[in-house]
């Protein structure tokens, strides 16, 4: 393996390997190793991609079996190379079930416009620009912390009512309270909706609905997506149940940003609200006066894209800190400064002296990544490890497998240890190529950055800020298969923590 530290790769142009030269199986013995008593049948996209590795190298080529290739490097020099040529509107692949989701099926909502999340082009590149103030600026945060943490504050009652009075530990569902949790977090920033998920609603069809949407949702897009588009000729149940899915999805965020708007211009119209630039009173409002589409559409995204991924940077933060009292201990003294009571308030302020929790919640993400890696769609050619990769070529990196998973990387990989992020020469040695820029990139990079990073800081910051202040955290269970990896990362054991109460 070579090492994150190098220099990008010199190899002009035209002295470059071509691109016919680079390693991997043909298109057949690739299709063929997805059929029964095939290579990776039922295998995780990583392991699928370490075992490339040893047989091809840190670059091969993976034969598109209904459109592209895709170039898969492990090399961290290739990463900085890619990055500095993704363009003004850098392009990822995006899932065809979706494209016809919101430009055909769903047309009414979109009208031809395909947000964030699956967006390309300078259409795409429009909409980053006009919602980047919003979602991005931290002042605006003032506009929906409040909401968070009255979530949080349901959060934490929800788990005094149903843990078992005598080991004080949850019920083996209980990374559903967690998934109720974020979505209920999200709404309330996205829609200005309390939903009651945690509290008086939990029970209501329309809850039901949503959850079993959102799984569906993950679940058949990545599987209509990487199996041939049969979907586009003939009739498949899983398309079906998938657009039905995303139909729940769409007509709830439609429907109750309707309601929304309708109460704030009331407001406002009553002088309740001010109708001044700058005085809006939520991430909502702000994006409404800009454009109501743009308003649904952000929603949108932020479910389908949010959810999952910050239940499991959640679940794999808590994981850690029960596993390690040393750190969970160093936390509790730090938010003990800012919150001198279990009660004490949160506020924007404060939590500005918190980096040890910042420290642990970015090594929690390190050790359980959402995903092995990132994809970009290159605009120009470039030479990838010594190959001229032509333009148009998708090309995946695996840095946050490696982040997690390879001690020539990270020192210490598998151990959760928050001080390697802090700003303290005494741990450098725990750093190791967590140090280059291009390796550990959880929220992306660039101009195609999560756009809602700002909104799930926030969210793991207060949850993790509460419930440490609440609660000696413990987990009794091994948590070697905590999580299985398909293309992104799901639960996979019962997260049966145990939350027992401080004392002071």
């Known amino acids: 393996m070579l090492q994150g530290a190098a220099a990008l790769d010199a190899t002009p142009l035209d002295q470059a390997k071509p691109y016919s030269e680079i390693p991997g199986p043909s298109r057949f013995n690739f299709i063929r190793s997805f059929l029964p008593g095939g290579r990776y049948i039922n295998k995780p996209v990583h392991e699928m991609f370490l075992d490339m590795n040893k047989r091809f190298g840190d670059i091969f080529r993976m034969p598109g079996v209904a459109g592209r290739d895709i170039v898969v490097s492990m090399n961290p020099v290739d990463y900085e190379t890619t990055f500095r040529h993704e363009g003004q509107f850098p392009y990822r692949r995006s899932f065809e079930t979706m494209d016809y ?43 929906y912390v409040n909401n968070i943490l009255q979530v949080n504050d349901e959060f934490l009652e929800r788990i005094r009512a149903i843990r078992d009075p005598k080991t004080q530990e949850m019920p083996a569902d209980f990374v559903e ?39 569906n949702i ?43 708007l309708k109460r704030i211009e009331e407001d406002a119209r009553d002088g309740r609200l001010s109708t001044e630039p700058g005085m809006e009173t939520s991430i909502l409002e702000k994006l409404a006066r800009s454009n109501r589409q743009t308003a649904v559409i952000i929603a949108l995204d932020l479910l389908f894209a949010g959810v999952d991924p910050t239940l499991v940077s959640l679940t794999g933060i808590l994981l850690s800190l029960a596993k390690n009292p040393a750190q969970q201990a160093r936390l509790l003294e730090e938010i003990r400064g800012v919150l001198p009571e279990k009660n004490s308030p949160l506020t924007i302020e404060n939590m500005k002296h918190l980096p040890y929790l910042r420290a642990c919640i970015k090594e929690g993400i390190r050790m359980y990544p959402i995903g092995p890696g990132t994809l970009r769609r290159l605009p120009v050619d470039v030479v990838l490890s010594g190959y001229r990769v032509i333009a148009g070529t998708d090309v995946a990196m695996g840095s946050n497998y490696q982040m997690s998973n390879m001690e020539q990387f990270v020192p210490r990989v598998r151990d959760f240890l928050p001080e390697r992020w802090l700003r303290d020469e005494s741990h450098a040695e725990l750093v190791g190529d967590t140090a280059t820029p291009f390796m550990y990139l959880p929220f992306g990079f660039g101009p195609r950055s999560c756009a809602g990073k700002r909104i799930v800081d926030l969210m793991l910051e207060t949850a993790v800020a509460r419930l440490v202040r609440n609660f000696d955290i413990g987990f009794d269970y091994p948590i070697e298969n905590a999580f299985k990896q398909k293309f992104f990362v799901a639960p996979n054991i019962p997260f049966k923590f145990k939350f027992v109460e401080r004392t002071m």
């Open 218 to 260: 993950v679940e058949l897009s990545f599987q209509l997506d990487l199996m041939p588009p049969i979907w586009k000729y003939l009739p498949v149940p899983m398309f079906k149940t998938l657009m039905r899915s995303l139909d729940t999805i769409a007509d709830f965020c439609y429907n109750h940003i309707q309601q929304a």
């Open 177 to 215: 309270e967690i998934r109720r949790l974020v979505l209920e977090s999200i709404c309330s920033v996205a829609l200005n909706t309390r939903l009651g998920l945690l509290a008086e609603n939990r029970e209501s069809e329309e809850a039901k609905q949503m959850i079993k949407a959102l799984a």
């Open 101 to 143: 989701f919101k430009r055909v099926h769903r047309r009414d909502i979109f009208d031809g416009a395909d947000g964030l999340t699956s967006g390309n082009g300078p259409a795409w590149g429009k909409l980053r620009t006009a919602v980047n103030p919003i979602l991005l600026q931290p002042r605006n945060a003032k506009l």
